[in-house]
């Protein structure tokens, strides 16, 4: 089945850039997903991206895919303290089936 | 309008006790899912339900969990005995089935089961 990583933890300070990176290892995946999960709450969908493009923008989100590296990144431009979550990052593989990666804490410092 | 609705919020249980969690979908969304998120994993399947049928059950441990989702509405999962083990997070999930995109899937906030 998929294996999707990433890393556990990223602290930046507000306003500057933020990157979560993710490396999933199927290549049939059809859609990549960033999903944010806030204390005590479920995951919330921000973005997503197709499998056929290299850069996806979305407000302050910008999702970027490297199919040959298996490789895709969140930028999240003016990081707020608003945006302190869990970053997961998701992949659809066969069976439409989503594989979640282990989620990387975004904390946002003043 | 509504989302994902779960309860209990919270379950605290001793071992070998039953356990039920439930779940209310959006209005309208046929796939239902139901997640296991243990501490500081992502959420691994458990069971997906199209309508009231479970198309994918194969990461559902069936010697101690049930699901059913009858009238392709509600849905239940229950864990009897619970075990220690089994203390984490149970997500639902829904989504509207037939779309090009599958992966826009709408989450509770998740029954945190705690066995002692």
């Known amino acids: 089945g998929e294996d999707v990583e990433q890393s556990l933890f990223l602290s930046v300070r507000e306003g500057d850039s933020s990157v979560i990176n993710c490396t999933y290892t199927?290549?049939?995946?059809?859609?990549l997903y960033w999903y944010k999960q806030e204390p005590g709450a479920g995951l919330q969908l921000l973005t997503y991206i197709f499998s056929n493009m290299d850069m996806k923008q979305d407000q302050r989100l910008t999702v970027l895919l490297n199919k040959k590296d298996k490789h895709l990144s969140l930028r999240i431009a003016d990081t707020q303290t608003g945006d302190s979550a869990i970053y997961f990052c998701?992949?659809?593989?066969?069976?439409?089936?989503?594989?979640f990666g282990t989620g990387t804490r975004l904390q946002v410092t003043l | 309008e509504a989302g994902v609705v779960q309860s209990p919020r919270y379950k605290i249980i001793e071992k070998k006790q039953p356990v039920a969690f439930w779940c209310n979908p959006i209005?309208?969304?046929?796939?239902l899912y139901w997640y296991l998120q243990n501490l500081g994993q992502g959420p691994e399947l458990l069971i997906r339900y199209e309508n009231e049928e479970a198309v994918d059950d194969s990461q559902l441990p069936k010697d101690r969990f049930s699901a059913e989702r009858l009238k392709g509405v509600d849905s239940t999962l229950k864990i009897q005995p619970a075990e220690l083990g089994d203390s984490a997070v149970y997500l639902c999930?829904?989504?509207?089935?037939?779309?090009?995109?599958?992966?826009?899937?709408?989450f509770g906030e998740g029954s945190r089961l705690t066995v002692l």
């Open positions: 209005s309208g969304h046929n796939t």
């Open positions: 998701a992949g659809e593989g066969t069976a439409s089936k989503l594989t």
């Open positions: 199927d290549s049939s995946s059809t859609y």
């Open positions: 999930a829904s989504s509207a089935s037939g779309g090009a995109n599958t992966g826009e899937l709408f």
